[in-house]
């Protein structure tokens, strides 16, 4: 995970590239690190996620599931550091690059952001019944309220993916851009974002129902 600021933009890059971004717990708790710190300098005031080499991020590290200790991190790691609700009420305006395999995990974290522009030739998906869980990132409650609830509900119950020409019109991205030309799109996307006055700026995220405390 890479984090650098200049002026007004933070930039949060997901950085495992040799494993699609899978994002495992240490990008977790690099993520909340990364958050707080945005939000704690004044001078930032949008906040850009993207994804090093190929794609965003292909979802969760699943290589991490399924022993004891992983899951009871995973638990501990969720209710200590609610990294999408940190997100979702986070002070600045965030913006997803999207580009590749925009899958599971990697797919809500920019549907807790407030704009998505992704890249021509990406694909999207919640993949987890596949896999016999559910979209565990809060998934079920965002994506029916990005797009129409009967599209997020067979998208997520057949774990299909959809291209970019689908998610435009679904308006689960706002802008589709030429692959080379995504970093440009996002750059003036911000600048147009930073030339608004703060009470202007875009703020749809969807709420997520308090998760319970974590028993012992």
Not at 48 to 56: D, M, N, P, Y
Not at 169 to 174: P, T
Request: charged share 20%; proline share 7%; aromatic share 6%.
């Amino acid at each position: 995970m890479l984090f650098d600021i200049h002026g007004a933009v933070a930039t949060i890059t997901l950085n495992r590239p040799s494993r699609l971004n899978a994002i495992n717990l240490e990008m977790r708790d690099l993520l909340w690190t990364y958050l707080e710190a945005a939000r704690d300098t004044p001078e930032v005031e949008v906040i850009v996620f993207k994804g090093a080499g190929r794609c965003f991020s292909a979802g969760a590290d699943i290589s991490e599931f399924g022993t004891a200790p992983s899951i009871m991190d995973a638990r501990r790691s969720r209710h200590e550091r609610p990294i999408w609700e940190l997100m979702l009420s986070h002070r600045c305006t965030t913006v997803a690059a999207m580009h590749g395999y925009c899958y599971g995990a990697g797919l809500e974290l920019p549907l807790c952001c407030d704009l998505r522009i992704a890249a021509e030739g990406s694909r999207f998906s919640l993949p987890e019944v596949t896999l016999g869980y559910i979209p565990s990132a809060g998934g079920t409650q965002t994506f029916p309220r990005r797009v129409p609830p009967g599209v997020a509900a067979d998208l997520i119950l057949s774990g299909e993916s959809i291209g970019t020409e689908e998610a435009l019109r679904w308006r689960l991205v706002e802008r589709v851009v030429p692959a080379g030309e995504l970093a440009g799109a996002v750059a003036r996307r911000v600048d147009e974002v930073l030339a608004l006055a703060p009470s202007s700026r875009p703020r749809q995220r969807p709420e997520l129902v308090a998760c319970p405390p974590l028993q012992a």
